[in-house]
C-alpha cells in the first residue's frame, strides 16, 4: 500500500472519531497520519481540535503552530489566534486574525472574533476596513453590515453607521437589532 494512501486513511478515520466524539482513537489515526510520508497541515488541525476538547490549549496552540510551519492558511491563522485569545493574549491573537483575514476575507470566525478583540482593545478603527473589504465581497450580509455599523457607533462615526443601518433594513427589514439600534441613533 502506498504512503499517500496510507496518510489518506489515517486523516479520515481520524475526522471521523473526531467527529464521533472518540478522542484518544482521533489522536491515534491523527498521529499516524501526521507520521506518513510527505508533510501535512491536515493531521495537525485534527490534533489541535482534540486539544481543545480537552481543555489544553498549549498543546493545541504547538499543533496549530505545527500546521502553520506546513502550510499557513487562514485557518492556521485563525487556529493560533483563538488559543492566543483564550489565554488571555488578546494583542497577539489581534495579528493573527489579520493575517487570516489577509488570507480569507470571508473568514467568519476571523472577522467576528476580530470584531470583539477590536472592542476589547479599543482597536476599532483597524477592525473597520476589515468588515468593509468582507462587505464588498457579499454585500448583503446583514451581520456584518449590522457589525459595521455597532463599530461605527463607538468610533462616534454616527451618521456612516445610520447609512449602514438603513442598508441592512433595506435587504432585510425585519432585522430587528438594526431597528433597535437606529433607534438608540
Not at 49 to 71: C, F, P, S, T
Not at 156 to 174: H, I, S, T
Amino acid at each position: 500500500m502506498s504512503g499517500h494512501l496510507d496518510y489518506e486513511i489515517n486523516k479520515e478515520l481520524g475526522e471521523c472519531y473526531l467527529f464521533m466524539g472518540e478522542l484518544d482513537k482521533a489522536e491515534q489515526y491523527y498521529t499516524k497520519a501526521a507520521s506518513s510520508n510527505g508533510v501535512h497541515a491536515d493531521p495537525y488541525l485534527g490534533l489541535a481540535a482534540i486539544a481543545i476538547h480537552r481543555g489544553e490549549l498549549e498543546g493545541a496552540l504547538n499543533m496549530y503552530q505545527k500546521a502553520h510551519k506546513v502550510d499557513p492558511t487562514d485557518k492556521t491563522h485563525a487556529g493560533i489566534a483563538l488559543v492566543l485569545m483564550e489565554q488571555g493574549r488578546g494583542a497577539d491573537a489581534f495579528g493573527h486574525f489579520v493575517e487570516a483575514l489577509k488570507v480569507n476575507p470571508e473568514n467568519m470566525v476571523a472577522l467576528f472574533s476580530l470584531v470583539r478583540l477590536g472592542h476589547e482593545l479599543n482597536r476599532l478603527d483597524e477592525v473597520v476596513p476589515h468588515l468593509s473589504r468582507y462587505l464588498e465581497i457579499d454585500p448583503g450580509k446583514s451581520e456584518v453590515r449590522y457589525s459595521l455599523a455597532g463599530c461605527l457607533v463607538c468610533l462616534e462615526r454616527k451618521d456612516e453607521a445610520r447609512a449602514e443601518l438603513n442598508r441592512v433594513l433595506e435587504g432585510n427589514p425585519d432585522f430587528e437589532p438594526a431597528k433597535e439600534l437606529l433607534a438608540q441613533l
